[in-house]
C-alpha cells in the first residue's frame, strides 16, 4: 500500500506538502512556546493537580512561599483548575495597573455564583457588573461616600458603639458583635437611610449570617465544593451558606419593598431611591436601561452590605486587639489624641494632625492583611506578561499577602510597626506597597469610606477607652493567629475597655 503510494507522483508530491506543514507547524510550536513560555510551578499530580504541596488552611501563606521558589508569576493546579499566582509588589502592581484590562475580571466560582448569579458587583462581568460598579460609585459618592454626609453618620455610630462598650464598666467582654453591628448600621444607613438597634433580633442574625458565610467561603470544604460543584447537597457547609444567603435576601427584598412603597422621585433618600429613580428615568430605548432590574438591585445591595461590613469591622477589631497586645503603642496613640484634640469630638480633618494614629491606622491594615489573596481575577484575553503566556479566562490570584509582606518593600514586614508610614521627622509618609483595597479595574470600591470608618471608629475608642487584656492574661498571651475565612479574622476573644480619665 505504501509502495503504491510512493509510485504516484502526485501522491509524492502531496505527501511532501503534507510533512513540510507538519515540520512547519513542530517548528511555530517550538519556537512560539519558547518564546511565550507558560509559568513555572511545582509539578502536577494527575487529577489532584497540586492539592498535596498546598496548604488549604492558610492557602496564601503556603502560596507565598511557593513564589519564593517559583518566582513572583507561577502556575499552581487545584486538581485540574490551573490558577496563576501574582506575588510582589511590583508584580501584582505592574499586573493590576499597566495590564489593568487583561487581568480585570472576576473569576466566578460555582460558589461565586450561588451568591448572586452572575448579577451585582463583586461576582459580575462584562457591561452589567461595569454600569453596576458605576451607579454604585457614583451614587455613594453623592451620599457623601468619603465626605461630610458620612462623616455625620459615622459620628452618630460611634456614639452607640461607645455606650455599648461603657455597659461593661472596664470588665472583659467579646467586642466582636457590637464592632459589627457598628459597621453595618454605616452601610445601612447609606442604602436605606436606616439604623438598626443592635438588639434587634432580625438585624443581628442577619449580621451574623453573613460573617458566617464569610468565614466559610474560605474553608476546605468549600474550596472542595468550587471544584466538585455536584458534592454542594452533600456538604454541611454549603448547606449552611445556602440558608444563610436565602435568609439574607428575603430581608434585604423585605428592606428594599418598604423603600418602593414609600418612593418620592424628588426626594432620593439612599442608595436604593436612587437605583429605583435611575431605573424609572432611563427610557427603554437606552441600552444601559436593561440593566437597572431587581435582581442587580438586590445584588448590589447585598454586595455592599456584606462587602462593607465584615471588612471594616474586622480591620478594627485587629486595631484594638493591636492596642491591647503593644501597650506602649497605644500609649503613644493616646497622648497625641489627648495633645491634638484633647475631648472634643474628632472630626476627619483632625486626621492630618494626628501622623501617629494615622500610621498606626495604616500598619493595622498591612499587618492585618484581612483579604490576603483579594477575590480571584480572570484574564479577559491571552496575555503576555513578564514573558509568560497566560491564556484567556485563566484564574488569577493576586496575592495581597505578598505585597504587604514584601520584603523588598518593607523594613520590617513581620512585625508591627508604625514607623513604616512615618519619616525621621514623625511626618506621615504613604507607602506605595500599601494595597489592601487591590488596585486597578476591580479595585475595592468603598475604599474612601472604610478609611474615614476606620479613622473616626478607631480614633473615637481609643479617646474613651484603654484597652487591655483580661485581668491576668499576660499582653503576650494574646493569640494574633487568625481565623481564615474568605478574610483573616482575630479569634474571638474578650478585652477589657477601660474608660480613661
Ligand atoms: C477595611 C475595609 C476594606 C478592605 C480592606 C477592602 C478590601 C477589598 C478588596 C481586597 C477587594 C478585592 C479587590 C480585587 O479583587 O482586586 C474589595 C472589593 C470590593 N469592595 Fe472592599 N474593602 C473594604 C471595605 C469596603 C467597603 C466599606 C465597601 C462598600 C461600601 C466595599 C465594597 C467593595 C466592593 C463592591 C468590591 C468589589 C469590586 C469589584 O468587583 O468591582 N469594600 N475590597
Same mark, same amino acid.
Given at each position: 500500500m505504501l509502495e503504491d503510494i510512493f509510485q504516484s507522483p502526485t501522491s509524492v508530491s502531496l505527501f511532501g506538502v503534507f510533512v513540510a506543514l507538519l515540520l512547519l507547524h513542530l517548528l511555530y510550536s517550538s519556537f512560539s512556546s519558547q518564546k511565550r513560555p507558560e509559568p513555572l510551578g511545582p509539578r502536577p499530580l494527575p487529577v489532584f493537580g497540586n492539592l498535596f504541596q498546598v496548604d488549604l488552611k492558610r492557602l496564601d501563606q503556603s502560596l507565598f512561599n511557593l513564589s519564593k521558589t517559583y518566582g513572583p508569576v507561577f502556575q499552581v493546579y487545584f486538581g485540574p483548575k490551573k490558577v496563576v499566582v501574582l506575588a510582589g509588589y511590583r508584580t501584582v502592581k505592574e499586573a493590576l495597573l499597566n495590564q489593568a484590562e487583561e487581568f480585570?475580571?472576576? =473569576?466566578?466560582?460555582p460558589l461565586f455564583y450561588d451568591f448572586n448569579q452572575g448579577h451585582g458587583i463583586v461576582f459580575s462581568n462584562g457591561d452589567s457588573w461595569k454600569e453596576m460598579r458605576r451607579f454604585a460609585l457614583t451614587t455613594l459618592r453623592d451620599f457623601g461616600m468619603g465626605k461630610k454626609m458620612s462623616e455625620e453618620i459615622i459620628i452618630e455610630e460611634c456614639g452607640y458603639l461607645i455606650k455599648e462598650m461603657e455597659q461593661y464598666g472596664g470588665e472583659a467582654f467579646n467586642n466582636t458583635q457590637a464592632i459589627n453591628y457598628a459597621a453595618s448600621n454605616v452601610i445601612s444607613a447609606l442604602m436605606f437611610k436606616k439604623r438598626f438597634e443592635y438588639k434587634d433580633p432580625v438585624f443581628q442574625t442577619m449580621v451574623e449570617k453573613d460573617n458566617e458565610t464569610i468565614r466559610l467561603t474560605g474553608s476546605v470544604s468549600i474550596m472542595i465544593y468550587n471544584l466538585c460543584p455536584w458534592l454542594g447537597p452533600f456538604l454541611k457547609n454549603w448547606r449552611d451558606m445556602m440558608k444563610n444567603i436565602e435568609a439574607n435576601k428575603a430581608h434585604l427584598r423585605k428592606l428594599i419593598s418598604d423603600l418602593k412603597e414609600t418612593?418620592?422621585?424628588?426626594? *432620593?433618600? *439612599?442608595f436604593v431611591d436612587a437605583f429605583l429613580i435611575q431605573k424609572k428615568h #432611563?427610557?427603554? !430605548?437606552? =441600552?444601559?436601561?436593561?440593566?437597572?432590574h431587581d435582581e442587580n438591585l438586590l445584588y448590589s445591595v447585598m454586595n455592599l452590605f456584606a462587602a462593607g461590613t465584615d471588612t471594616t469591622a474586622t480591620t478594627l477589631k485587629w486595631g484594638l486587639l493591636y492596642m491591647a497586645k503593644f501597650p506602649h503603642i497605644q500609649d503613644r496613640v493616646q497622648e497625641e489624641l489627648s495633645r491634638v484634640v484633647g475631648s472634643r469630638q474628632i472630626q476627619t480633618e483632625d486626621r492630618k494632625n494626628l501622623p501617629y494614629t494615622d500610621a498606626v491606622i495604616h500598619e493595622t491594615q498591612r499587618f492585618a492583611n484581612?483579604?490576603?489573596?483579594?477575590i480571584p481575577h480572570k484574564t479577559t484575553r491571552n496575555v503576555t506578561f513578564q514573558g509568560y503566556f497566560i491564556k484567556k479566562d485563566t484564574t488569577v490570584f493576586p496575592l495581597l499577602t505578598s505585597v504587604l509582606y514584601d520584603e523588598n518593600e518593607w =523594613?520590617?514586614?513581620?512585625s508591627f510597626n508604625?514607623?513604616? !508610614? #512615618?519619616?525621621?521627622?514623625g511626618k506621615f509618609i504613604r507607602r506605595d506597597a500599601f494595597m489592601p483595597f487591590s488596585a486597578?479595574?476591580?479595585? *475595592? #470600591?468603598?475604599e474612601s469610606l472604610a478609611k474615614m470608618e476606620l479613622f473616626l471608629f478607631f480614633t473615637s475608642l481609643l479617646q474613651r477607652f484603654h484597652f487591655t487584656p483580661p485581668?491576668?492574661?499576660?499582653?503576650?498571651?494574646?493569640?494574633?493567629?487568625p481565623v481564615v475565612g474568605m478574610t483573616l479574622a482575630p479569634k474571638p476573644q474578650q478585652l477589657c475597655a477601660v474608660r480613661r480619665r
Open positions: 480585570g475580571n472576576r =473569576e466566578i466560582t418612593l418620592d422621585p424628588e426626594i *432620593c433618600r *439612599c #432611563l427610557k427603554d !430605548f437606552d =441600552e444601559k436601561s436593561s440593566h437597572y484581612i483579604g490576603p489573596l483579594a =523594613e520590617s514586614p513581620h508604625p514607623s513604616h !508610614f #512615618l519619616d525621621d521627622e486597578g479595574r476591580r479595585a *475595592c #470600591l468603598g485581668p491576668g492574661v499576660p499582653e503576650d498571651e494574646l493569640d494574633l493567629k
